[in-house]
Structure formats: structure tokens, C-alpha cells
């Protein structure tokens, strides 16, 4: 049992130094796999190393099921904790450094043999006991890694990047091998990466940070499809969803390019936009080149600037007036040339509305719920 | 990151291990060449040594007739001769002093340069320019001052007092030597350490000590070279005949047996043997061995 609470964390380094962690808000529960994600340098890492104990809380409160560890040394908050460098000991064999976190709590040899040679054989690693790490590849050095984490049976596991040095085709394999340890021990864990990839794989929830903030806490699917502001908009998603200037006009957002009905909202949500900016966003994949049946159909008017066909798929940027590029990404067997005029369709459930100023989503209207489960169907087959 | 294959080795993630100190020889220097300019260098370094190997075993009668000449009799009997003629003496009282300091040197500079390398606090980085500082004068500089001290302390003339003087004459390069490797190894292992239960003290014995060991053996040959052959503060703080060291000593049996060129040989032998059994012991290649498993 551990529920992890961070209540209004803050890290700032040094006295009126930067704040790089600010009024952070997230619990994450018993036996949950949270993944917090975020680009490089938002504070993921900080606030990793807060809760193993590894860097002081410069505000707010960290608790474990319900005790307050903001001074508890990192060696008495049961915590284990796998590096992105993996960080073995070089000087010792695996068996010895999977042993290592064991030695100093007590546990009788017997015990200590029993649970290495236990974990070693859960994770492949028996022929490897008695190796220095230095002979090891890289994905044994990562199991022998997760291996010393496991060891000490602990409340809580951390991870920061833990995959992000293995090649594309280990990264896989290590990626389900650590959700079957999830399962199979029920522990919380607490996982850092800047993959959405790996985020809407591997999480049950995701906690988004920017800028050392919470951007959004929620479901992969839920984060992915409710995104609550601009940047888990375009953070989620590859490529990153399209973001166009509009004013609202009426019921509609219009620019000189783009005419879409947005029949998703109610009148009163829109109201407070009345003819001012407003963002509106379509992911690629919802763009297309022929017009779908229904009403409410949204358009785009523009010029493609590049095409990159995939093989699978083809992706086409497009010049919208002005500076605005979005990208469609189109069926592999659609024909366009460069240069040329364009125009692209989406359905009314594809459009997101965002404040053009704080960037903040606008909810659609409660009903609207029932056009995204629509679109999860269709899109989830 | 580092450019040691120890520090590297549970560190650097993905990459097959290999020592980056190994690359192929530039072509133009044929096997030939190489073995030729060794061959000669070898001789150059080496054949002194060998010589006076030689003679150590050969009376002084035997070197006059033939000073080069391999020895037809093995004369063991003058290194028996040598000892009990006050080299013993000599070689008690050095490795006492040298054994002691270095031992001391190692593991206050070892703490010092971890302490250096890996704690932030205020005048960290002014004590290190301190001991650098230090580095750059020639000790002989304090050798009058340290005269004073010692007698105001009634440590002139004594083993232990000499001791003090070469640790602290040895510290401040040990401690620049080991913070710059200390420096290297990755934070993520200390963390580690910690997460595994383990405190400032423990991680040091259990961390610092041995992936450092590369660096400890080169400053424990080199402290261990430089005071067993220190001649100068020995000279000037040691007057007792019973309490010299053996570079003293040499000096003195040398005025005693100024003509016996085949005892002399024998005695400097006697104090040159132990370098090379250090070197040996502790040379970085063999302790790399004995701790990463690095060299296939
Ligand atoms: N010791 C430190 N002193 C000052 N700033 C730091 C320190 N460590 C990290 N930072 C800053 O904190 C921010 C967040 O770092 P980090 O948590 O490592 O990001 P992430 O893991 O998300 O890439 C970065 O801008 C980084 O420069
Ligand atoms: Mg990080």
C-alpha cells in the first residue's frame, strides 16, 4: 500500500534562485503507473528526485500513505529508484549489486541469496550473476538496473528515462517487460519520460508538466482527446496537433482561410468570445481531402508547401494565409503536388476551441461527450 | 562523460564495453619501427639498472677487473652483509615513515578530494586554489620554517615528525589528483548509493574507495617513490644515526666504504628493490584488472 501525495511541491534552487518546480498537485494512487511527462528541462527529473529524497522540497508538502516524508533521508522512505545511466556499481558483480541495497537493512543472507537469485530469474539474468557490469550490453545493464530495483521490494519504484539509451527495438521489449513487472507486483510506480510514445503506452494516468507546472493531469486516452490547454495539445500527438488563429463569428471560427462551425460548443460557452480571437485546433489525422458527409463540416484553404509521403501514410503541410503551416496527414494513396491549391475538410467533432490568450481549452458542451465516445469507436477499431 | 573505462562501466548505457585508450597504431608506424625505438629505449632506461644489478652480486675486486662483466659468482652473501652493516636499520626506519604517511596521505587526501569533488559549500572551490597554490612552490621553501616548527614541537629529530612533514608535503598534489578523478565519477552512482540505504561515510568506503582505485594506485606509487627517495628533508630533520632513512643512510655508508664500489652497489639495491615491488603492486593496469574487469 503507498499513495504517493504531492501537495503544492515547489523546488527552486538556491536562495531567490529559479523556481524550477512550481506548486505542483498530484497523488498518485496505490499500485498506479503514472508516467510524467514533459519536454527536457521542465522539472520532470526535479520532481522525480524530490520524491525519492534525493533533492531537498524547497515548498509544500510530499507524503506517503498519509506520513510526511519532506525530511525523511531517501533511505527510509522505502523507495527504489532505476537511473536513466542505470548507475551500477562497476566495482561489483551483479549478483553483488543487486545484493547491495539488501545488506544494509538487516535481511539474513539467506533471505538476501533467496531474493537475488529470485529476481535474477524473473528477469533473465542468472547466466549474468556473476559479471562485472562492464561486460554486460546495454539492455542487461537495464534489466540488471530494474533487477536491483526489484530486489528490495519496495513501496514506491521511480524511474527517470529509463529506456531512453536502449536501441528502438529493446526499448519495446524493456517497455512491456516493465508493465509486466507492474502487473505482476501491484506496486506503485512513478515513471519520468519526454516519450509520448512511452507515456500513452505505458501509464495508466499521465501527469503533463511545462515549465515546471502540471499542465494536465488525466488518462492517456483523456489527455490525448480532452487536451486542456495548447501545449498538451501539441504535445501529444505526432505530429503535434494544428493550432490556427481564428475569430469567432457567431457559431463559427473564421479566418481569411479556415471556416469552421462549431457545432460542439453551446451558445453560452462561445459567448464570452463573441467576435474575438479565439484558437481553434484540428489534429492532422482528422484532415481530409474530400468532403465527408453530414453537416457542420469545417474548412481549410491553402497551399502545400511539402509533401513526405511515408510509405503508410503521407504527410502534407500546408501554407494557410499568412504565416500559419498546418499538416494533413493524408491516405498514402492521395496524388498532390507541390505548390498546389488545396482545400481540407474535417468533421465537427475533430475541432478543439482554446482561449487565444491564456490557451486554456474551452469545454465543449456535457452532450458533446457522447460525439467523442463516438469518435474514440471510430477511431479505436 | 569520462574517458575512463572504469568510471564508465555500469555508467555508459547501450555502448559495448571497450577501452577508448585502444586505438590502432597509426600505419606509418610499422610494427618494426615500434619494436626497434622500444628495443633501444629499454636498453637506455634499463641498463643502468642492470648493471648495478650486476655489480650488487660482484665483489669490488671483480668490478675493477671487468667493470661490465656478467658475474661469475653470485655473491648473495653481500646483500647478508649489507643489511647487517646498518641497512636494515636504514630500511626499518623508511618504511615505517614512508608506509605511515602514505597510508595517511591516502586516506585524508581520498576524504579531502571526495569532499571537494562532490560536496557544494561555501570556500569549496577556495580551499582547492589553496592546495593547488601549494603545489606550484617548491617545498624546499618551507624547509626552514618546518626546522622550526618541528623543534618547537619536539619533533626534530624523530621518525614520527619526519612522517608529519612528508604528509604534508604529499597531500596537496594527492588531493588534486584524486578530486580531478572523484570529479568524473557520475552523480547517478551516489544517488544510487543512497536509495540503497547507504550514508556519506558508507559510500565513501564502498564507492569512492574502490571505483576510484585507479587513481588512489597512481598516487600511492607516486607518494610512495617520491618520500622513498626523499633525501633533503631527511638530511636536515633526521641528525640520529639509528633513526636515517635509507637515502641518508646510503650517503653515510658511502662515506664509510667510499672505495667498496661492490657494497654500495648492494646497499642502493637494497633500497631500490621495494619501488619496484610497489610498482608492481599497485601499478593502475593490474588494479583496473582486479576491479572492473574492464581488460579482456
Ligand atoms: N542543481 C541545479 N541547479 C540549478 N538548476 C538546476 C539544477 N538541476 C536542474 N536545474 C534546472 O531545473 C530545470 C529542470 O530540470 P530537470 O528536472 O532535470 O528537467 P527534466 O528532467 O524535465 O528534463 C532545468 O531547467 C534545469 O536547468
Ligand atoms: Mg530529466
Known amino acids: 500500500m503507498a499513495v504517493v501525495r504531492l501537495d503544492k511541491i515547489v523546488k527552486r534552487y538556491g536562495m531567490g534562485g529559479p523556481v524550477v518546480v512550481e506548486d505542483v498537485d498530484l497523488t498518485i494512487e496505490d499500485g498506479e503507473f503514472m508516467v510524467l511527462l514533459g519536454p527536457s528541462g521542465c522539472g520532470k527529473s526535479t520532481t522525480l528526485r524530490m520524491i525519492a529524497g534525493l533533492e531537498t522540497i524547497s515548498g509544500g508538502t510530499l507524503s506517503i500513505d498519509g506520513r510526511v516524508v519532506n525530511d525523511v533521508p531517501a533511505k527510509d522512505r522505502d523507495i527504489a529508484m532505476v537511473f536513466q545511466s542505470y548507475a551500477l556499481y562497476p566495482h561489483m558483480s551483479v549478483a553483488e549489486n543487486l545484493a547491495f541495497g539488501l545488506r544494509r537493512r538487516a535481511i539474513p543472507n539467506a533471505e538476501i541469496d533467496r531474493r537475488v537469485k529470485a529476481v535474477a530469474e524473473i528477469l533473465g539474468?542468472?547466466?549474468?550473476?556473476?559479471?562485472?557490469?562492464a561486460a554486460l550490453s546495454g539492455g542487461q545493464r537495464q534489466r540488471v538496473a530494474l533487477g536491483r530495483a526489484m530486489v528490495r521490494e519496495p513501496q514506491v519504484f521511480l524511474f527517470?528515462?529509463?529506456?531512453?539509451?536502449?536501441?528502438a527495438a529493446l526499448r519495446v521489449n524493456t517497455r512491456s517487460e516493465i508493465i509486466k513487472q507492474h502487473n505482476r507486483l501491484g506496486s506503485?510506480?512513478?515513471?519520468?519520460?519526454?516519450d509520448q510514445?512511452?507515456?500513452?503506452?505505458?501509464?495508466?494516468?499521465?501527469?503533463?508538466?511545462?515549465?515546471?507546472?502540471?499542465?494536465?493531469?488525466g488518462a492517456p486516452l483523456e489527455v490525448y482527446w480532452q487536451p486542456a490547454n495548447t501545449f498538451v495539445a501539441r504535445f501529444l500527438g505526432a505530429p503535434p496537433m494544428n493550432l490556427m488563429a481564428t475569430t469567432l463569428d457567431g457559431a463559427r471560427a473564421r479566418s481569411m482561410a479556415v471556416d469552421a462551425p462549431l457545432s460542439?460548443?453551446?451558445?453560452?460557452?462561445?459567448?464570452?468570445?463573441?467576435?474575438?480571437?479565439?484558437?481553434?485546433?484540428?489534429?492532422?489525422?482528422?484532415?481530409?481531402l474530400e468532403r465527408p458527409a453530414g453537416a457542420g463540416i469545417g474548412k481549410l484553404r491553402g497551399r502545400t508547401v511539402a509533401v513526405e509521403p511515408l510509405g503508410a501514410e503521407t504527410l502534407v503541410l500546408v501554407a494557410l494565409d499568412g504565416e500559419t503551416e498546418i499538416t494533413a496527414r493524408l491516405p498514402r494513396q492521395v496524388m498532390v503536388a507541390l505548390d498546389q491549391e488545396l482545400e481540407?475538410?474535417?468533421?465537427?467533432?475533430?475541432?478543439?476551441?482554446?482561449?487565444a490568450e491564456s490557451g486554456l481549452a474551452i469545454a465543449p458542451r456535457e452532450d458533446a461527450a457522447a460525439v467523442i465516445g463516438a469518435a474514440v469507436q471510430r477511431r479505436a477499431h | 562523460m569520462s574517458q575512463s573505462a572504469v568510471l564508465d562501466a555500469g555508467l555508459r548505457p547501450g555502448t559495448e564495453p571497450q577501452d577508448p585508450a585502444r586505438r590502432p597504431l597509426p600505419r606509418f608506424?610499422?610494427?618494426?619501427?615500434?619494436?626497434?625505438?622500444?628495443?633501444?629505449?629499454?636498453?637506455?632506461?634499463?641498463?643502468?639498472?642492470?648493471?648495478?644489478?650486476?655489480?650488487?652480486?660482484?665483489?669490488?675486486?671483480?668490478?675493477?677487473?671487468?667493470?661490465?662483466?656478467?658475474?661469475?659468482?653470485?655473491?648473495?652473501?653481500?646483500?647478508r652483509t649489507a643489511w647487517e652493516s646498518g641497512f636494515a636499520?636504514?630500511?626499518?626506519?623508511?618504511?615505517?615513515?614512508?608506509?605511515?604517511?602514505?597510508?595517511?596521505?591516502?586516506?585524508?587526501?581520498?576524504?579531502a578530494a571526495h569532499a571537494l569533488a562532490r560536496y557544494r559549500f561555501r570556500g569549496n572551490r577556495l580551499i582547492y586554489s589553496i592546495l593547488f597554490s601549494s603545489i606550484i612552490f617548491p617545498p624546499q621553501i618551507t624547509l626552514i620554517s618546518l626546522y622550526q616548527i618541528l623543534v618547537d614541537y619536539n619533533l626534530y629529530n624523530s621518525l614520527f615528525g619526519l612522517a608529519l612533514v612528508y604528509i604534508s608535503l604529499q597531500l596537496p598534489l594527492t588531493v588534486y589528483l584524486l578530486e580531478g578523478f572523484f570529479a568524473r565519477i557520475p552523480q547517478d552512482l551516489f544517488d544510487a548509493a543512497k536509495m540503497d540505504g547507504y550514508g556519506d561515510l558508507e559510500i565513501f568506503w564502498r564507492i569512492v574507495l574502490p571505483v576510484g582505485m585507479p587513481a588512489i594506485a597512481t598516487t600511492l606509487i607516486l607518494n610512495f617513490i617520491q618520500l622513498w627517495n626523499e633525501f633533503l628533508f631527511a638530511v636536515v630533520l633526521i641528525t640520529d644515526p639509528d633513526k636515517r632513512t635509507l637515502p641518508i643512510g646510503i650517503r653515510a655508508f658511502m662515506g664509510d666504504h667510499f672505495q667498496d664500489i661492490g657494497m654500495i652497489a648492494t646497499g642502493v639495491m637494497v633500497s631500490v628493490i621495494p619501488v619496484i615491488i610497489a610498482y608492481v603492486f599497485f601499478s593502475e593496469k593490474l588494479i583496473r584488472g582486479m576491479t572492473a574487469g574492464a581488460i579482456k
Not at chain 2, 52 to 66: D, F, G, Y
Not at chain 2, 89 to 111: E, H, M, P
Open chain 2, 29 to 79: 608506424f610499422g610494427k618494426g619501427v615500434l619494436a626497434v625505438v622500444l628495443g633501444l629505449y629499454t636498453i637506455y632506461t634499463l641498463g643502468p639498472f642492470l648493471w648495478l644489478a650486476t655489480m650488487s652480486v660482484r665483489t669490488t675486486a671483480e668490478i675493477s677487473a671487468a667493470p661490465y662483466a656478467w658475474p661469475t659468482v653470485f655473491r648473495w652473501e653481500q646483500y
Open chain 1, 160 to 167: 527517470d528515462e529509463p529506456l531512453s539509451n536502449l536501441d
Open chain 2, 89 to 111: 636499520v636504514y630500511f626499518w626506519n623508511s618504511a615505517i615513515v614512508v608506509v605511515g604517511a602514505v597510508v595517511v596521505v591516502t586516506l585524508i587526501g581520498a576524504a
Open chain 1, 197 to 217: 510514445v512511452e507515456a500513452m503506452t505505458m501509464g495508466t494516468r499521465i501527469c503533463v508538466m511545462n515549465a515546471g507546472k502540471v499542465a494536465q493531469i
Open chain 1, 344 to 355: 481540407l475538410f474535417f468533421r465537427p467533432e475533430a475541432a478543439y476551441l482554446f482561449d
Open chain 1, 188 to 194: 506503485t510506480m512513478i515513471y519520468v519520460t519526454h
Open chain 1, 125 to 133: 539474468l542468472v547466466p549474468l550473476l556473476a559479471r562485472r557490469p
Open chain 1, 264 to 288: 460542439r460548443w453551446s451558445e453560452a460557452a462561445l459567448v464570452p468570445y463573441a467576435g474575438r480571437r479565439i484558437t481553434l485546433g484540428v489534429r492532422a489525422e482528422d484532415l481530409s
